[in-house]
Structures are given as C-alpha cells and as structure tokens.
C-alpha cells in the first residue's frame, strides 16, 4: 500500500518534518499524542517500540528499552533506546511500549568503516518537537487550547514579513 503525503514544515537541521497523510480511507491506529503541559514519565530501562519505513518496507516495529537521556550532540538533547533504529527509520517515531508517543527517531552511532550500531537508536525527544512545533505555529496538533486558523494565519503573516524584510 502506498499513501501520498504533503511536507508541511521540515527542520534539516534537525531531521525532522511535519506531513499531512493524503488518504481517503480511515486509519485504524493512531499514536497516542501527550497533551500540552503533560509530562511524560520515563526512565531509562522502560520498554520503547522504534517504528520507521527502514529499506523502504512498510513500517517496521522493532523493540528495546531506554538505554540513556539527554545524550548531548550537537548542543541537543537526545535519548537513547536499544530498540533498532535501521536506515529509513529515521523520522519515525519512538513509542514507550503502551503506545506513548515520546520522540522522533533521528541518529545511530557508525563506528569504523560506517558500520551501524543500530541497537543504539538515538531519539529526539517529544519536549524539542513541541518546541520546534510551537515555534512553527503548529501547536495546535498537541495542545488543545490553541486555535489552528489562528496560528495559522499567524505563522503566514511571520512568513511573509520575513520575505519582506529579506528584500531590504
């Protein structure tokens, strides 16, 4: 099965993107998303599912636990889970294992001539997507609150006053 989808936003830095699924059929499981001001419990040894399109296969599950937080590359903040992270995964998504959204997976260590060591997926934490999402005028996908025609109209009026201030 193939499902089209739209890129909405995409932070390149950070190996994340926000897309819009092109489907006409409803969908059967949807993740669990924690609520604005939610704080998500986890420690390291809790139980992770890793889900990406690795190799291009449909979504593959795979298992593991977390193994360490706020593993610092970069400046940023990430955690680590021995669930696979495989080529393709990357931009999936990092469930504890009751169904809990908690990142994004991003980054494996390669070690030597570029071999993965895939046990050692590293995540983005859901704490910097709502961030970046907020900072993006998407909140409204986790926080309730927020009104999407608002902030949305409100990210296009920053959008076309930094084209404008580039022209200067």
């Excluded at 706020?70 to 021995?82: A, E, G, R, V, W």
């Excluded at 393709?88 to 494996?108: E, K, T, V």
């Amino acid at each position: 099965m193939r499902i089209e989808a739209d890129i909405k936003i995409y932070n390149k830095q950070e190996d994340m993107a926000l897309l819009r699924l092109r489907y006409d059929e409803p969908i059967g499981a949807v993740a669990q998303i924690p609520m604005s001001g939610k704080e998500i419990k986890y420690k390291v040894l809790d139980g992770t599912i890793a889900v990406g399109c690795s190799l291009l296969f449909p979504p593959l599950p795979t298992i593991g636990i977390v193994t360490r937080m706020d593993f610092m590359i970069n400046s940023l903040p990430y955690h680590m889970s021995s669930a696979q992270i495989i080529y393709g995964n990357s931009g999936g998504a990092m469930f504890l294992s009751d169904g809990m959204l908690i990142g994004i997976p991003s980054l494996i260590p390669v070690v030597g001539w570029g071999t993965p060591i895939t046990h050692m997926g590293l995540f983005v934490p859901i704490d910097r997507v709502y961030k970046w999402l907020e900072e993006e005028r998407y909140n409204f996908i986790y926080d309730l609150s927020v009104d999407e025609k608002t902030s949305l109209e409100l990210r296009e009026k920053e959008i076309k006053e930094k084209r404008e201030n580039n022209k200067k």
